[in-house]
C-alpha cells in the first residue's frame, strides 16, 4: 500500500513540476514581451524628446548666426532705418548662406552631413527674425530666449543693444533631461 500510495504522490509531484514548468515558462515570455514593449516606450519617448531639442538648436544657432550678420552689417554700413530693412530682407532670403553657416558649425561639432541633412529637413530654417517692428525699435531673435534691440530715431540708428547676444549661452539654454529611470510594470 505504500508503494502505491509514493508512486501516486510521485507522479502527482512530476505533474505538479511539468505543471509550475511549463507555467513558468508562459509567464517569462509574456514578462520578456510586456519588458520589450515598456522598454520600447520609454525609448522612443527619449528619442522624440532629444530629436526635438535637436530641431529647436538647428532653429536657434540659425536665428544667433543671422543676428551677428545683422549686427555686423548694421555697425559698418550706412547706419539708417531703411538700410537696417534691406539687410533684415536679405539675410533671411539668403537661405543658403544661412544653411552653409549651420552646416560649417555643425561639421565643426562632429555631426555628419547626413545628420544635418535629416534636422533640415524636419526643422527648416528659423522663421521668426525680426521680432517686434514698432516706434523705430526693432526687435530681433538671436536664439531661444534671446532678444536684441535696434532703436532708430528719424530714420537714423540710434543706439543697438545687442549684449544678449554677446552673452549667449547654448549650453544653458538647451538641455536634454537625462531618460527616466527604467521601469517595468
Known amino acids: 500500500m505504500d508503494k502505491k500510495k509514493f508512486k501516486i504522490l510521485a ?3 512530476v505533474v505538479l513540476v511539468i505543471g509550475l514548468f511549463v507555467l513558468m515558462m508562459v509567464l517569462k ?21 532629444s530629436n526635438g531639442a535637436v530641431q529647436e538648436q538647428w532653429k536657434s544657432v540659425d536665428q544667433y548666426g543671422m543676428a551677428w550678420r545683422l549686427v555686423y552689417a548694421t555697425l559698418t554700413t550706412a547706419k539708417t532705418e531703411a538700410a537696417f530693412n534691406a539687410t533684415v530682407k536679405a539675410i533671411e532670403a ?10 560649417y558649425m555643425y561639421t565643426a561639432a562632429g ?6 541633412n ?3 529637413e524636419k526643422a527648416g530654417l528659423a522663421d521668426k527674425f525680426l ?3 514698432e516706434k523705430g525699435v526693432k526687435e530681433v531673435a538671436c536664439g ?4 536684441i534691440s535696434f532703436t532708430f530715431a528719424k ?6 543693444d545687442y549684449k544678449a547676444l554677446v552673452d549667449y549661452n547654448m549650453t544653458e539654454n538647451f538641455k536634454l533631461e537625462a531618460p527616466a529611470a527604467f521601469h517595468f510594470e
Open 155 to 160: 530714420g537714423k540708428l540710434k543706439k543697438a
Open 29 to 49: 515570455g509574456q514578462y520578456n514581451d510586456q519588458a520589450q514593449k515598456s522598454v520600447n516606450e520609454q525609448v522612443g519617448a527619449y528619442l522624440e524628446q
Open 111 to 116: 555631426i555628419p552631413p547626413k545628420a544635418q
Open 131 to 133: 521680432l517686434k517692428d
Open 144 to 147: 531661444k530666449n534671446c532678444v
Open 11 to 13: 507522479i502527482v509531484d
Open 94 to 103: 539668403d537661405k543658403d548662406a544661412r544653411f552653409k553657416q549651420l552646416s
Open 118 to 120: 535629416s534636422i533640415y
